[in-house]
């Protein structure tokens, strides 16, 4: 059983709030990962981090930002909010190397009206 | 680029007909090769995995095959349950320096009992 927490599962808020996506690991994995999820399901990388202090943009743009000051912990924070930013959030985790599979959480499903 | 190319779905099947879900990938070297499945509401779990040519990776009855001549990952299971019916992922990683996962678009299975 992966061990890889984010909160809330489910969140609705309203346009121009400030939002924080919480995830957490607890298998010491130096790698995270953020993932946008579109209702065709199709997965973008919007943000990653190879260890502490070490954030990357992913392929998709994304105005949410992400920070990695504890090994374990990678929250993601959009600054205020719009319909658009309306999408399932996948949070991951890996501790890199040949043939390593990546963790997922349970995921955020954000609603902005 | 890299990426992973997967049939389009919805694939809709009878409880035990033979399932296949192809996957074929373009990629700079030897990557790793992956199948994810996902059931609703939920994150993605690894299903199966291979690390390098002529690998099967197997788990729960399913069973894929790195291919490098043909670059192909099929999925494929000889009698689906109702159980079965989800959204399955291929993937691929690297073997070193980027560690990042590249997924396909997803092709939701349905089984009908």
């Known amino acids: 059983e992966a061990d890889i927490y984010q909160t809330p599962r489910y969140l609705v808020i309203g346009t121009g709030k400030k939002i924080t996506l919480e995830c957490s690991q607890t298998?010491?994995?130096?790698?995270m990962y953020w993932y946008q999820q579109d209702p065709g399901m199709e997965l973008h990388l919007i943000h990653y981090?190879?260890?502490?202090?070490?954030?990357e943009k992913g392929d998709l743009s994304s105005e949410s930002t992400v920070s990695r000051i504890r090994t374990e912990h990678f929250p993601l924070t959009l600054e205020s909010a719009r319909p658009s930013h309306t999408s399932q959030y996948l949070c991951?985790?890996?501790?890199?190397?040949?043939?390593?599979?990546?963790?997922f959480g349970q995921g955020t499903r954000l609603t902005v009206v | 680029g890299d990426s992973v190319t997967q049939m389009e779905g919805p694939v809709t099947l009878s409880e035990e007909a033979f399932l296949t879900i192809n996957c074929t990938y373009t990629a700079t070297g030897y990557p790793s090769l992956f199948w994810y499945v996902q059931y609703p509401g939920e994150g993605l779990q690894l299903l199966l995995k291979?690390?390098?040519?002529?690998d099967k990776g197997s788990n729960k009855g399913f069973e894929a095959t790195y291919r490098k001549e043909t670059t192909s990952f099929h999925l494929e299971k000889g009698s689906v349950q109702v159980s079965d019916s989800a959204v399955y992922f291929c993937?691929?990683?690297?073997?070193?320096?980027?560690?990042?996962?590249?997924f396909g678009t997803g092709t939701r299975l349905k089984v009908l009992a």
């Open positions: 991951a985790s890996s501790e890199g190397g040949p043939g390593v599979s990546a963790f």
């Open positions: 298998m010491g994995h130096d790698k």
């Open positions: 291979a690390t390098k040519a002529d």
């Open positions: 981090s190879y260890g502490v202090n070490s954030t």
């Open positions: 993937a691929l990683s690297y073997t070193s320096g980027t560690y990042k996962y590249i």
